[in-house]
């Protein structure tokens, strides 16, 4: 070997994949405490329930990159899962049809959202819990509060077994999609450059304020069509899906690394950190922890991520 060749470094591995490794750990940890947790039928189970949440956090990712954030995606997926649901059993469409008026329904929504922050200079924060509740409020109206039962063999199609489980392939689609956008476009490039700078973006002449509403456009889509993966898992759209579904969503992308101020983040790592969540509440619910521990330790495992996160991203800029 040349004595010119760079020595593997170990410290600088386990700094820069530590929510892989983390994500590692708790499945080694969640096998050792259940037999159960490796088997086929658990490990599918955990794959449905976080496809959703996993395309959540990605869409507001991207929010994230650019600088924003965004609060809406919880009322969005509830606006999905309804909207959805409604247009197959009141109105009598394909459900095919009825998840892309869902999606573009949330598209609008994002695109909405982005637009207020872009253009008219409200903040995010205030921005999206302005369309979080005007979201979530339609939801209700439309509805009139009640679940809507879909009937079988329409949209459930989305979990169906004969077909190979079609939310998982999706999902992973998606994450391959976003994962190249973000690495290997110019797009993904300057909405990194947007959250890192916005002032020296703009300057280069990058219209700035298109990009960051196409951020919350992402976002919404997303958050849609994960309310509408939901309603296929449980044949029925509902108003109350996804409530408090945006503090998981900001703890995963915060757990994969990602900086609330922006510029910093990795579409891999966001699904890595979803799935942590996902994980600490399946094994916990194998071992029959009653709902509210669940919260407090669930909590706490989220404390201890991030400061790891920080204390490691320290170290990361002295390497």
């Known amino acids: 070997m040349s004595s010119s060749a760079k020595k593997f470094n170990w410290k600088e591995f386990i700094i820069n994949n530590n929510t892989f490794l983390i994500l590692l750990l708790l499945i080694v940890i969640s096998a050792m405490l259940s037999d159960t947790f490796l088997t086929p039928m658990n490990l599918r189970n955990i794959l449905l329930q976080q496809a959703g ?31 959805s649901a409604l247009l197959i059993t009141d109105i009598g469409l394909h459900f095919s049809v009825s998840i892309g008026i869902a999606v573009i329904v949330g598209l609008l929504f994002g695109v909405f959202s982005g637009f207020l922050v872009a253009y008219t200079g409200i903040q995010g924060f205030v921005a999206t819990l302005a369309t979080m509740t005007i979201a979530r409020g339609i939801a209700f109206v439309i509805t009139e509060g009640r679940p809507v039962r879909v009937e079988a063999n ?9 077909l190979m489980y079609p939310i998982i392939f999706i999902t992973i689609l998606l994450i391959i999609i976003f994962t190249i956008i973000q690495r290997y476009t110019g797009f993904g490039r300057k909405i990194v450059a947007i959250g890192s700078n916005e002032t ?55 757990i994969g690394g990602a900086s609330l101020m922006g510029g910093r983040g990795f579409v891999l790592n966001t699904v890595a950190g979803a799935l942590i969540l996902g994980l600490i509440g399946n094994i916990m619910n194998l071992m029959a922890v009653p709902s509210y521990p669940q919260d407090i330790i669930k909590g706490a495992i989220i404390i201890a991520a991030v400061l790891l996160q920080i204390a490691t991203s320290k170290k990361e800029r002295t390497i």
């Open 53 to 83: 949440p996993i395309l959540v956090a990605i869409g507001l990712l991207y929010v994230i990159l650019a600088g924003g954030i965004d609060l809406s995606v919880g009322s969005l997926m509830a606006l999905g899962a309804t909207v």
């Open 154 to 162: 329409t949209i459930d199609i989305l979990v169906s077994k004969d």
């Open 200 to 254: 020296a973006v703009k300057l280069a002449g990058v219209r700035t304020k298109l990009y960051v509403m196409s951020t919350y456009a992402i976002s919404g889509s997303l958050a849609a069509l994960a309310g509408v993966f939901i309603a296929a898992r449980s044949s029925t759209g509902s108003a109350t899906v996804g409530m408090g579904q945006e503090l998981d969503a900001i703890a995963a992308v915060v």
